[in-house]
Every structure is written in structure tokens, then in C-alpha cells.
């Protein structure tokens, strides 16, 4: 394939286990198992408990044995306590360490190591699973045209959009183009909400009058959803100037993907964002394609985060969820002291450019599978809960069907949501109405009064 | 030797203006009438020179004409008031709604440091400070696309095109996020931005720069556009433009900058959506705007002398338009000339493109 197929593969570092660990390995697992033994003891119903490679039934009842679980809980390898009967809701800190090395440019890159805490990691879990699932159920909704005109998917980049709304408040704006749905219910927006925009019902979050580009929410600072390629980046460094104005301590992350990255308004938004020190950060979400045409075809320097010149910048892996979480801290922390700076998240969509591409024109299959195997945001993160024993294998698919339960039953809702009135033409065309007349297309058919 | 007309009529336009005078245009159609005497003489015997003294010729009579009607409003400040050119009344009107609103700012090339390209910013920098009256680079559609996007959350900024042809750059920030946004969104965002600028034909600036750019915006739903003529109206669309929650295009006129006119010392703002009647009659309308208006109002001196009693409205509010008034008006009369720019009015021509491009290359020999 000429067009594309030029995206490389790397294998996604597994996190080092101890239990992999050729000397501890046979020690820990007994340890863990007196401790997981003697916790459940505790419980009063028999539990099937799996761990590494053994799955031990045990039954519980003995509530004397308490003073053996206070004693064991000096165990070195930290550890949730719920194993099986719940998910954990606690927030014992588990230290990551990214797949990948940051790359910087003018700036120092944050280090590795990323905090978490199992209760986020199962949160990332969740909301990715909910989000591939959103998307996913979007495509089947525009396949039987409930769904029309442009649907742009998010699925594959979805590690982007949580990695960033962990280190965020709703302070912090967010503005983005136009696949803009996972960000949305990133941003507190609800499934409903969505499926009612999408499919053009007055629930929706635009009142029925966005569609899939034009998602806002107002009260969690997110502007949205844009059309046009690019002309959202300005807009997001006028709001970092807003910010910066009524002195607010919040930055805003303006993003945009390759193909808006080689727009003019851009760099002009970034001389002005540096002569004035704004706190923006302008994210550049590189899935290596715009729209048909490949990086390498439409740059000739395809280091976003190095366009910036004389603004720093810092290259991520975007299909790593806790790289992109550290390094939105980083980029906060810097903005908010020293102004802009540009994150390029290398990331992949597996859909095509909208649901009208089939994606695969321009890229063989084989590069979208591989990516899908070797670095799927959502298998990494699964992999890490059942290393970390978070969860089973069966909980996880448990959560997944729970998922796909909540989404059908959005859609559902939203299908029944009824149709916006026909007034609702007119209204928000200006603020305050004029009471002037507006007429439709033939002058003696549809007429309204602006109210 | 510029004539200045205190509260007139909008013969005030017959200050410093062009160096090439229309007059000079219209007068050889007068002399196909002898019948009307004295004026008309003297207007052809000034003919030769070139601008001033015909209009002030004008101006002179138009004072001595009692077929002058004077404007409405500027009759109630008789009295008090101060006299002012129209850029600072713009100035005053910017100034007095910074100090009232302190999320007002203003960004535009050359607008803080430098004091304006047209010196309607003169002095702001000073008083409000660099983060309120702000320097940008020449990157038109960035700043107005940041403009609209701090009008999202809530600042009030005033950019400024240093000429309407410049802001065909930022079009697209004008067109799909300017005025669509509140649409799109729901209603959950509002742009109170004031987009302003000069426009026009000037002296000579060259076709890019003598653009006039209603038509392109009047396409573009959401927004809405008036186009200021003397110094009250000035101040007083620019005051209600920065207070209005629709983002407001405010079209200025380079040749009318330097109109004097006495305007009221107390707070007072125009209505957006109003047109302004300028000279009520019987006969006819003519509809008109900004500079204009002016040619008009001397065309309708000499309609009076023969008989015709015009009605002459400045419709200021180009979008959307004040239907009410222009429609009483021509339910009144039956019969409307409107000049959009270029008017015809039988063969009392007022300008005509054509005779613009005429005269200048004349200039030019």
C-alpha cells in the first residue's frame, strides 16, 4: 500500500511483575495465598478466588482469625484487599511505569514512574470500556441511519482523552475538533445525552441542533466540538487568555490531530500564546493520518511537538494511558508557570477518517490489526489489573456486559427522546430575540417570528 | 477652510472630507436646468476648482436653506454637550464602557502602543494597561478567533480590523464560530464580541483596501452588523455593540472619520436594530448608510429646490433590518430609492462607482 502502512508497531512493555520474578516468584505466591486464605475467612460465603495460576475455593467463617489478617498486612507487595467479591475501592498506590520513554524538546521530560491507585486504574478500565463501546455502538447506529450526516470515531485514541480528565479539573477547558464524543463523556456528559445529540433529539446536549461535531458543556469548561480543521486552536488560546485575564490558575488543552497541525492559524495562535505567556497547551492527538493522506505525505517535519520552535514540547505514547497522564501533569504544572507548550500523544483510530471511509484505502489491515493487538489502550489496561490482581479475567467481562447493558439502554432512551419543535428553528440565532419576522425557504410557507 | 456645522443637518459631512468632491460630478447635470437660478450658478462657476470650496459653497447654502431639516436627536442636546471628531467619539464611547465593565478589552493590530491606526484607541493603553488593550501580531484570524473564543467565556473583546479587507483573513473564525456557535451549541454559549473596523472607499487606498464587505457578512446568520455615520450615533452604537450579547460587526467609514459634531455629555446608547430618520417627507424614500448619507441628504437639498419632498432614512442596522420603519416609511410615500452604496435617483445621481473610478483616474492624470 503506497498511501500509508508506515506506522510502526511497538510492542507494548509489559509492566514488571513480581511474580514473574525468577527467585520471589515461588515465595510470594505463598505468602499471598496465607493472606488471601485468612482474609477470607472473614466471609461468610465461599468465594473462587484466582491469582496467577492457582484458583483456590475457599470458605470463609471463622471471625477469630481476624488477628492473622492485621498481622499479614505488612506485606511487602501491596495489594487490595478486595479480590473477587468486589471491586476495589480503595486507593492503595500502585506505581506504572510507562511502555515508553518521553521525548522533549526544549524542556525536561517528566519522569517514568507514574502514581496511581487502584481505584483509578479500574476507573480507566471502566470509562475506556465504556467509551470503545459508545463508539462502537455509534457505528451501528449510523449503519442503520439513525445516525446521519458525519460521525467521526474516537475508538483506539480513547487513552488520550482519560489520561488526560485524571490530572484535570472542571476548570480546565478543554477544546477539540470534531471527534469530540469520548471527550465529551470524559467531560461528565452523560451516554444519553450523547445518543440523543447524535441522533438529532431535543435531549441532547446541544438541544438537537449540534450533531456530532458541535458537543459542548458549559458548566464542566468543555468549548466543544468544532467543524473546521483547526480553527478550534485559536478559540482554545483565546480561552487560555480569558483564563489568564480574570486569573483563574486553570490552563486550557487545545487539541487538534496531524492533519489540523499544519495549519497556519495555528502558529499564529502559538506566537501569540507565547508573546503573552497564556497557559495553553496544545495537544496534538497524531493518529498518523489526516483524513486519507499519511503524515509523511502532508509534513515534511512530522515532529509535531518540535513545530513549535521556541515552545517546548513533549513527544507520548497515546495508547498509554498513564503516560498521557503524567505528562498532561507535566504540561499543567509548566503552563500554568511558564506558558504554552505542545504534547504530540502518538496515537491510532482503528475506524476510518468518519463512518463514510472504511479506513483501509490508505492503511493495509495489517497495520490496523497489529496496532489493535500490540497496543490497544484498553488490553493494556487489562493486562495491568489482572497483573496487579485487581480483578479476575470474569469480572472484567462481567464489567464489559454491564457496559454494553448501560450503553443499549442509553440508546434506547435517546430513541424515544422526541424530535426538536420546529421553532426551534429560530431560537439561539441571536440572544435576545427581535421579534423581527425570519422566513424559510418559500416566503409564504414557513415563517416565524425571532422570539 | 472647512465649514462646521453645529447640530446640522448631515450636511456636519461637510468638513474635511474628499479631495475629489461628487459635487463636481453633478453639477454639469444641473446646468441642463436653467430654471433654477442663483445657486446652481454659483455651483457651476465653482466648478473648475476642486473640492472644498464647492462644498463649502454647499454647506453655506444649506444653512441659509430652510428645507433643512435637522436630526431628531441631535436638536434635544442643543445646549450642553461637547464637540467632537467621530473617532473620538468612538474613543469615549470605548472608554466609558471599559471603565464600566472591566471585562471589556480590546485587541487589534497596532491598537495599544501605537494609539490606534485611526487613533480611536489613543490613550487606552496607558489608562487600562497592556493586558486590556492588547497589542496582537498581524495574524488576523488567530486574534479573532481568539477573540471569539475568551467571548465564550465571558470577556467583552473589541477587535479591531485595522480595515474591513483585512478581516476577509478571519473570515472563517467570523462565519462558523462567530455566528454559529450559539446556534450549535444550544444556546450554551454566547459571543459578545464587537468586531469593528474602517471600510470603504478612502482616498486612494487601492482596490484591497477600499472594500466594502456588507454583502459578504450579511450571509452569515447570527451576527449582526450596524454602520455608524456621525459622531452620536458613533458612540452610541459602539456603547450598545460592546453591551450586546450577539457578536456586532461595526462597519466605520475612513472618510468619516474626522466628522465634528456636538453630542451629549450624558450616558446615552443607540438601539441596535433602529434605523434613523434623517429627513421625514412625503414623496419618496431613500434608504441609506454611513457615508452616504451624506451625498444623499445634498441630493435631497437640491430635490428639494425642485419640488420633491424626500424621505431620507439611515437604516444604521444592516442586519437584521429595521423593517419597521423602513416599512412605514415606504408605506407612507409608495415609492423607495434605496442606496445601498451607489444611489441613482432619477438623474440626480449621488455617486456612482463608475464616476469614482472616473474621477480618480482624472486625479491621477
Known amino acids: 500500500n503506497k498511501r500509508g502502512g508506515r506506522v510502526k508497531l511497538q510492542p507494548m512493555v509489559m509492566p514488571q511483575s513480581e511474580f514473574d520474578h525468577a527467585e520471589k516468584e515461588g515465595a510470594l505466591y505463598g505468602k499471598v495465598m496465607v493472606h488471601e486464605s485468612v482474609e477470607f475467612l472473614l466471609v461468610q460465603k465461599p468465594v473462587s478466588v484466582a491469582f496467577g495460576r492457582f484458583a483456590v475455593k475457599i470458605k470463609g467463617g471463622d471471625m477469630a482469625l481476624s488477628r492473622l489478617t492485621s498481622r499479614s498486612n505488612g506485606i511487602s507487595r501491596p495489594l487490595s484487599t478486595a479480590f473477587g467479591r468486589f471491586i476495589s475501592t480503595d486507593t492503595t498506590p500502585i506505581t506504572i511505569e510507562t511502555s515508553l520513554p518521553f521525548t522533549a524538546h526544549l524542556c525536561d521530560p517528566p519522569s517514568r514512574s507514574v502514581e496511581s491507585s487502584t481505584q483509578e486504574l479500574l476507573d480507566f478500565f471502566r470509562t475506556m470500556a465504556l467509551m470503545r463501546r459508545m463508539e462502537i455502538a455509534a457505528d451501528s447506529l449510523y449503519k442503520a441511519k439513525l445516525i446521519r450526516g458525519f460521525c467521526h470515531l474516537y475508538d483506539g485514541q480513547e487513552a488520550v482523552a482519560i489520561g488526560m480528565e485524571a490530572v484535570i479539573t472542571k476548570k480546565d477547558a478543554i477544546i477539540t475538533a470534531y471527534r469530540d464524543h469520548c471527550i465529551f463523556l470524559g467531560r461528565g456528559g452523560s451516554l444519553y445525552e450523547v445518543f440523543a445529540e447524535l441522533m438529532g433529539r431535543q435531549d441532547g446536549c446541544s438541544k438537537g441542533k449540534g450533531g456530532s461535531m458541535h458537543f459542548y458543556k458549559k458548566d464542566s469548561s468543555f468549548y466543544g466540538g468544532h467543524g473546521i480543521v483547526g480553527a478550534q486552536v485559536p478559540l482554545g488560546c483565546g480561552i487560555a ?12 488543552f487545545a487539541m487538534y490531530g496531524d492533519g489540523a497541525a499544519n495549519q497556519g492559524q495555528l502558529f499564529e495562535a502559538l506566537n501569540i500564546s507565547a508573546l503573552w505567556d497564556l497557559p495553553s497547551i496544545l495537544v496534538c492527538e497524531n493518529n498518523h493520518y489526516g483524513m486519507g493522506t499519511a503524515e509523511w505525505r502532508a509534513a515534511k517535519s512530522p515532529s509535531y511537538y518540535k513545530r513549535g520552535d521556541y515552545v517546548p514540547g513533549l513527544k507520548v505514547d497515546g495508547m498509554d494511558a498513564f503516560a498521557v497522564k503524567q505528562a498532561c501533569k507535566f504540561a499543567k504544572e509548566h503552563a500554568l508557570k511558564n506558558g504554552p507548550i505542545i504534547l504530540e500523544m502518538d496515537t491510532y483510530r482503528y475506524h476510518g477518517h468518519s463512518m463514510s471511509d472504511p479506513g483501509s484505502t490508505y492503511r493495509t489491515r495489517d497495520e490496523i490489526s497489529g496496532v489493535r493487538q500490540e497496543r490497544d ?3 493494556r489496561i487489562k493486562k495491568l489489573v489482572l497483573s496487579h490482581d485487581l480483578a479476575t479475567e470474569k469480572e472484567l467481562k462481567d464489567m464489559e456486559k454491564e457496559i454494553r447493558k448501560e450503553v443499549d439502554d442509553a440508546i434506547a432512551k435517546a430513541k424515544d427522546c422526541s424530535m426538536p419543535e420546529p421553532s426551534e428553528l429560530f431560537t439561539n440565532v441571536y440572544v435576545k430575540g427581535f421579534g423581527t419576522k425570519s422566513f424559510g425557504a418559500d416566503r409564504k410557507e414557513v415563517k416565524a417570528a425571532l422570539p | 477652510m472647512a465649514a462646521r456645522i453645529h447640530g446640522g443637518a448631515g450636511a456636519g459631512a461637510a468638513t474635511a472630507l474628499s479631495t475629489f468632491n461628487p459635487k463636481k460630478l453633478v453639477a454639469p447635470s444641473r446646468t441642463n436646468l436653467p430654471a433654477r437660478s442663483s445657486k446652481r450658478c454659483i455651483v457651476a462657476a465653482a466648478g473648475s476648482d476642486a473640492s ?3 462644498r463649502v459653497g454647499h454647506s453655506q447654502k444649506l444653512i441659509a436653506n430652510a ?4 436630526k431628531a436627536e441631535t436638536s434635544a442636546t442643543t445646549g450642553t454637550g461637547h464637540e467632537l471628531l467621530l473617532f473620538e467619539a468612538l474613543q469615549e464611547g470605548l472608554e466609558e464602557e471599559m471603565d464600566r465593565d472591566p471585562h471589556v478589552c480590546v485587541m487589534g493590530e497596532d491598537v495599544g502602543h501605537y494609539g490606534g491606526s485611526y487613533k480611536v484607541t489613543k490613550g487606552l493603553a496607558d489608562k487600562f494597561g497592556d493586558l486590556r488593550v492588547l497589542d496582537t501580531p498581524i495574524c488576523e484570524n488567530a486574534f479573532t478567533g481568539m477573540g471569539i473564543g475568551a467571548a465564550m467565556t465571558g470577556l467583552r473583546p473589541v477587535i ?3 480595515n474591513m479587507g483585512f478581516l476577509l483573513l478571519a473570515f472563517n473564525q467570523i462565519s462558523n464560530n462567530c455566528g454559529m456557535l450559539h446556534y450549535t451549541s444550544g444556546g450554551q454559549f454566547t459571543i459578545p464580541v464587537v468586531i469593528r473596523g474602517p471600510g470603504g472607499v478612502g482616498r486612494q487606498l487601492g482596490a484591497e483596501h477600499s472594500q466594502r464587505l456588507e454583502s459578504y457578512f450579511q450571509s452569515i446568520p447570527g451576527i449582526q452588523m450596524v454602520a ?12 450598545a455593540a460592546i453591551r450586546s450579547e450577539n457578536p456586532v460587526i461595526l462597519f ?4 468619516l472619520y474626522n466628522l465634528k459634531e456636538k453630542i451629549p455629555d450624558e450616558e446615552y446608547i443607540c438601539n441596535l436594530e433602529e434605523a434613523e430618520m434623517v429627513r421625514p417627507g412625503e414623496h419618496i424614500t431613500i434608504l441609506t448608510y454611513s457615508r452616504m448619507r451624506y451625498h444623499v441628504m445634498q441630493a435631497a437639498k437640491t430635490l428639494v429646490n425642485k419640488g420633491y419632498d424626500p424621505e431620507v432614512i439611515d437604516i444604521r442596522s444592516l442586519k437584521p433590518f429595521d423593517l419597521y420603519t423602513i416599512g412605514n416609511s415606504v408605506k407612507k410615500t409608495h415609492r423607495d430609492v434605496p442606496t445601498p452604496y451607489a444611489g441613482t435617483l432619477e438623474e440626480w445621481t449621488v455617486v456612482q462607482p463608475a464616476q469614482i473610478v472616473t474621477a480618480v483616474e482624472q486625479l491621477c492624470q
Open chain 2, 52 to 54: 472644498k470650496s464647492l
Open chain 2, 252 to 255: 466605520e467609514h475612513v472618510l
Open chain 2, 160 to 162: 479591531e480590523g485595522m
Open chain 1, 377 to 379: 489502550p484498553i488490553e
Open chain 1, 241 to 252: 487568555f480569558a483564563q489568564k485575564y480574570v486569573k483563574e490558575e486553570a490552563v486550557t
Open chain 2, 67 to 70: 428645507a433643512v431639516a435637522t
Open chain 2, 228 to 239: 455608524c455615520s456621525t459622531p452620536y450615533n458613533a458612540k452610541g452604537l459602539m456603547k
